[in-house]
């Protein structure tokens, strides 16, 4: 159980154009899910957390007009790169928590996004 | 100074070797700790995870953390090349609220 499905899993996209990322919680419901964005090499940095049918926390020094995520069911939660440039290539993973559980934080398997 | 401390590696180790990978950390808050293996382009997976201070054990994988000390371990025993990969530890404070990573050892376990 407790599976989180993340699609696309790789894109190519031109400077300027936005792309939207995926994440859905396939059998469970997750008021909450994190976005995630990972350099080669380096730990996971949060991005923001996203909740159900209210405005997502992003984390300091994340820029919420061009990293627009929107939770609008209990099992699909979107992040869209806007206006994308190079700098924003990297690899995004979102997570999802599973009620009531402290250690059910399930990942989904990442997009790596180019930007070229 | 991070809230989490974890030496990247990379970390090699002959096949059959017990290894141990630590995390420090400076949040007294936390109260959650998990170990995630995280194979290369793929998202992370849950691989251990314990409460408070403590051990667990589950096959050959065990998990050890030391709140006095702010330290928390994890020992691989009979290692197989199969075990590499980058092992992120992950802490937090319950209740839903978000994860803290380290930034992840990478181990190579050789033939």
Redesign the interface.
Known sequence: GAVVSQHPSWVICKSGTSVKIECRSLDFQATTMFWYRQFPKQSLMLMATSNEGSKATYEQGVEKDKFLINHASLTLSTLTVTSAHPEDSSFYICSARVEGNNYGYTFGSGTRLTVV | QKEVE?D?GPLSVPEGAIVSLNCTYSNSAFQ?F?W?RQYS??????LM?T?SSGNKEDGRFTAQVDKSSKYISLFIRDSQPSDSATY?C?M?T???N??T????T?LKVEL
Do not use: H
């Open positions: 974890q990247p959650y998990m995630y382009r793929k998202g992370p997976e849950l995870y409460y992120l992950a937090g319950g209740g839903g978000k994860l990573f380290g930034t992840g990478q």
